[in-house]
């Protein structure tokens, strides 16, 4: 079945440690998005990729790092500059040309 | 930039009845709009989309939206509200008309269908 997964589905975590949230994809999609989610306040775009080995800034990027060696893959870290890391993070792929984005189940981080 | 606003962080309707959810969108250019649905602890999933041409766009489980640009609208209906459409709902806007540059979304609006 084609579609995204993320790993693990919760995470936790002590402050200062560094954490890497994974993003497979098997619809052939070269873009790839990760968003954050946290209650009442909808989402937030952290980083994306239009293709293989370039990425660019998306709103909330501070304390954040990616990285796509793969069109399949799009890694995130979160780093220990982020302030409030705590959250759900959701991972997106897309065309471009349907404009539309296909999410994948979501990573529920906890800080401590 | 693009930001979206929608109005009403709960809507509570009767099984049965009319649902609206309201979305407003700024765009500083050609807006590419979206509706999605999440359930709890689950990712997003599509409901409909406008990019261009018809404006009035219909989507997966019963629901539709209609594209008005004088109002800068993007409003979700479904004719008759079931219990399984109780979950959260996101506008969504492209964040600079392209495709694949992301999406900026709405707080959300929380769907609470009574019995």
């Known amino acids: 079945d084609g579609g995204i997964t993320q790993s693990p589905k919760y995470l936790f975590r002590k402050e200062g440690q560094n954490v890497t949230l994974s993003c497979e994809q098997n619809l052939n999609h070269d873009a790839m998005y990760w968003y954050r989610q946290d209650p009442g306040q909808g989402l937030r775009l952290i980083y994306y990729?239009?293709?293989?080995?370039?990425?660019q800034k998306g709103d909330i990027a501070e304390g954040y790092s990616v990285s796509r060696e793969k069109k399949e893959s799009f890694p995130l870290t979160v780093t220990s500059a982020q302030k409030n890391p705590t959250a759900f993070y959701l991972c997106?792929?897309?065309?471009?040309?349907?404009?539309?984005?296909?999410f994948g189940p979501g990573t529920r981080l906890t800080v401590t | 930039a693009q930001s979206v606003t929608q109005l009403g962080s709960h809507v509570s309707v009767s099984e049965g009845a009319l649902v609206l959810l309201r979305c407003n969108y700024s765009?500083?250019?050609?807006?590419?709009l979206f509706w999605y649905v999440q359930y709890p602890n689950q990712g997003l999933q599509l409901l409909l989309k406008y990019t261009t041409g018809a404006t009035l766009v219909k989507g997966i489980n019963g629901f539709e939206a209609e594209f008005k640009k004088s109002e800068t609208s993007f409003h979700l209906t479904k004719p008759s509200a079931h219990m399984s459409d109780a979950a959260e709902y996101f506008c969504?806007?492209?964040?600079f008309g392209g495709g694949a540059d992301g999406l900026t979304f709405g707080k959300g609006t929380h769907l609470i269908i009574q019995p």
């Open positions: 997106a792929s897309g065309t471009g040309q349907t404009y539309e984005q296909y």
């Open positions: 765009s500083s250019v050609p807006p590419y």
């Open positions: 969504a806007v492209s964040r």
């Open positions: 990729s239009q293709i293989v080995n370039d990425f």
